[in-house]
């Protein structure tokens, strides 16, 4: 006959024993897998939250690279209206090295019609092809006309409107969709995409060009102006 103290320590070890096969038995919680129906809910979830979030992604760098196109187009526009006015101030321009004549009042002046790399050869309906990046592919058509202006006594001109817009390459595809004359610039607005790109023009300028270092400025200004009378003039 087992002791007492012999059978307490037996009984001790059975249940140290039945104890340690129930742990074994249970599956530890932190080494369970997910079902299908936690799968699903977390599909679910992430495809709301990428489709909430995509399209302002998408908005916001479509507006910031034509800002930036715009930018450029800006700086454009003012670079060829310095060229022109550079041009006026020297003594033995020609009229040829103008801007080619547009309608009488250059705001009614209509869209491009066409594109040349060729300067030369562009008319008042045709634009200017320009690659700004050198690499090999045009960025901008840049379209520069004026009204005819007021001459001096040799025929040059030496007074006139001069006016400038610079559209995004893509127009030379879409010409049937010009806005004409554009009501207002395609630049610094919200947009996707090309946006009004395909219609407007990035920047729009127009500006008074006078050559004045010469003594009868003052009276071919006066006429230009609309004083026909020429009062003041020598």
């Known amino acids: 006959m087992l002791s007492l103290k012999t059978q307490l320590i037996q009984k001790t070890n059975?249940?140290?024993?039945?104890?340690?096969?129930?742990?074994?038995s249970k599956p530890n919680s932190s080494q369970q897998g997910i079902s299908?129906?936690?799968?699903?809910?977390?599909?679910?979830?992430?495809?709301?939250?990428?489709?909430?979030?995509?399209?302002?992604?998408?908005?916001?760098?479509?507006?910031?690279?034509?800002?930036?196109?715009?930018?450029?187009a800006i700086q454009l526009a003012q670079g060829e209206i310095d060229r022109v006015r550079s041009i006026t101030e020297r003594l033995d321009y020609a009229n040829t090295d103008l801007p080619p004549v547009g309608a009488t009042i250059v705001e009614q002046q209509s869209a491009p019609s066409g594109a040349t790399t060729d300067r030369n050869?562009?008319?008042?309906?045709?634009?200017?092809?320009v690659d700004v990046n050198g690499d090999g592919t045009n960025d901008f058509v840049v379209q520069t006309y004026r009204n005819d202006g007021v001459p001096d006594s040799s025929g040059k001109r030496v007074a006139f409107y001069m006016g400038v817009?610079?559209?995004?390459?893509?127009?030379?595809?879409?010409?049937?969709?010009?806005?004409?004359p554009p009501q207002r610039s395609a630049s610094l607005t919200l947009t996707t995409a090309l946006g009004s790109q395909k219609?407007?023009?990035?920047?729009?300028?127009?500006?008074?060009?006078?050559?004045?270092?010469?003594?009868?400025?003052?009276?071919n200004l006066q006429k230009f102006l609309g004083d026909l009378n020429g009062s003041g003039c020598s």
Do not use: W
């Open 121 to 129: 050869s562009v008319s008042a309906t045709t634009g200017l092809l």
């Open 14 to 24: 059975t249940r140290s024993f039945t104890l340690g096969l129930l742990k074994l």
């Open 199 to 219: 219609r407007r023009p990035l920047a729009v300028m127009y500006t008074t060009i006078t050559h004045s270092d010469d003594r009868n400025s003052l009276c």
């Open 165 to 180: 817009r610079v559209y995004a390459a893509v127009i030379t595809q879409n010409y049937g969709l010009l806005e004409n």
């Open 36 to 72: 299908l129906l936690e799968c699903l809910i977390a599909i679910t979830v992430i495809s709301v939250v990428i489709s909430a979030f995509t399209p302002p992604i998408f908005l916001a760098v479509a507006t910031q690279i034509q800002n930036r196109r715009a930018e450029q």
